[in-house]
T-cell receptor, first 111, second 114 residues
Framework: GENVEQHPSTLSVQEGDSAVIKCTYSDSASNYFPWYKQELGKRPQLIIDIRSNVGEKKDQRIAVTLNKTAKHFSLHITETQPEDSAVYFC??????????FGGGTRVLVKP | EAGVVQSPRYKIIEKKQPVAFWCNPISGHNTLYWYLQNLGQGPELLIRYENEEAVDDSQLPKDRFSAERLKGVDSTLKIQPAELGDSAVYLCASSLAGDGFEQFFGPGTRLTVL
């Protein structure tokens, strides 16, 4: 089945700097890659997603890039703010319409 | 629009006791998912429903876990009997169609088995 690796597991950045989280996937048939933000004790929130026919997608301060050849995708957060502090999960959808999640990245934005 | 609703939010039980979780998806969403999230890890799919039909339950431990979505709207996940290792957050999610895109999660039920 699909395997998703996510790095780094923790990321500490200074407010205003950029944060980048990287994920790799194993199934070349995967065609959908969402990113979720989960604050402590809260639900995972879908913040951005990308489909396999697109290389990059941007929404205000967040962007996602996809490299299908290398089977990796990344989340970029620019001008980080304290409210960006949370755990971020990447996921991929392969055959069977099943989402497989990465292990998560704990992001801490220091003011 | 109202999001995915789950209850209870927290549940503490003794091992070997039964427990049930309830989920009401976003209105109009035909596909419903139950996920298990262990501390510090990403969610793992337990079962997926298309309307009232369970179309993927390959990860559901059927010896003790069961689920139902009788009218194709709300759903119940049950564990009987619960074991210490079942302590986790049980998340429900829904999506408009069965293609797996744009899944929206509920707040989860945090289960503690003593």
């Amino acid at each position: 089945g699909e395997n998703v690796e996510q790095h780094p597991s923790t990321l500490s950045v200074q407010e205003g700097d950029s944060a980048v989280i990287k994920c790799t996937y194993s199934d070349s048939a995967s065609n959908y890659f969402p990113w979720y933000k989960q604050e402590l004790g809260k639900r995972p929130q879908l913040i951005i997603d990308i489909r396999s026919n697109v290389g990059e997608k941007k929404d205000q301060r967040i962007a996602v890039t996809l490299n299908k050849t290398a089977k990796h995708f990344s989340l970029h957060i620019t001008e980080t703010q304290p409210e960006d502090s949370a755990v971020y999960f990447c996921a991929s959808k392969a055959a069977g319409n099943k989402l497989t999640f990465g292990g998560g990245t704990r992001v801490l934005v220091k003011p | 629009e109202a999001g995915v609703v789950q209850s209870p939010r927290y549940k503490i039980i003794e091992k070997k006791q039964p427990v049930a979780f309830w989920c009401n998806p976003i209105s109009g969403h035909n596909t419903l998912y139950w996920y298990l999230q262990n501390l510090g890890q990403g969610p793992e799919l337990l079962i997926r429903y298309e309307n009232e039909e369970a179309v993927d339950d390959s990860q559901l431990p059927k010896d003790r876990f069961s689920a139902e979505r009788l009218k194709g709207v709300d759903s119940t996940l049950k564990i009987q009997p619960a074991e210490l290792g079942d302590s986790a957050v049980y998340l429900c999610a829904s999506s408009l169609a069965g293609d797996g895109f744009e899944q929206f999660f509920g707040p989860g039920t945090r289960l503690t088995v003593l």
